[in-house]
Nanobody, 120 residues
Framework: VQLQASGGGEVQAGGSLRLSCQAS????????MGWYRQAPGKQREFVAS???????NYANSVKGRFTISRDNAKNTVYLQMNRLKAEDTAVYYC???????????????WGQGTQVTVSS
């Protein structure tokens, strides 16, 4: 399984970026796809997820600014990030996991990360 994240870069506060993560080696449409991020000196934190039915979930810190979506035909998950803030600066990782009934998703596969830097 490979998850290839792209789309990171440097942007000024208030700007936008769109991250992409293309998956291979798994049945993409069945997996829950997530985005996490890790800022320097901090633990990795959840950003957003989308399940096979298209149901989304967001961290409170990004609600209303970020949108996660998926294109099963392209085996790709996206993270549209608008109104970026300096505190959004981090390495962003995509992840894939099989859904589990009655339990949180377990992300089994992770991408390599893409750097997002927001300058104020």
């Amino acid at each position: 399984v490979q998850l290839q994240a792209s789309g990171g870069g440097e942007v000024q506060a208030g700007g936008s970026l769109r991250l992409s993560c293309q998956a291979s080696g798994l049945i993409f449409r069945l997996n829950v796809m997530g985005w996490y991020r890790q800022a320097p000196g901090k633990q990795r934190e959840f950003v957003a997820s989308i399940n096979a039915d298209g149901i989304t979930n967001y961290a409170n810190s990004v609600k209303g600014r970020f949108t996660i979506s998926r294109d099963n035909a392209k085996n790709t998950v996206y993270l549209q990030m608008n109104r970026l803030k300096a505190e959004d600066t981090a390495v962003y990782y995509c992840a894939a996991g099989a859904p589990r009934i009655g339990a949180p998703v377990s992300y089994d596969y992770w991408g390599q990360g893409t750097q997002v830097t927001v300058s104020s």
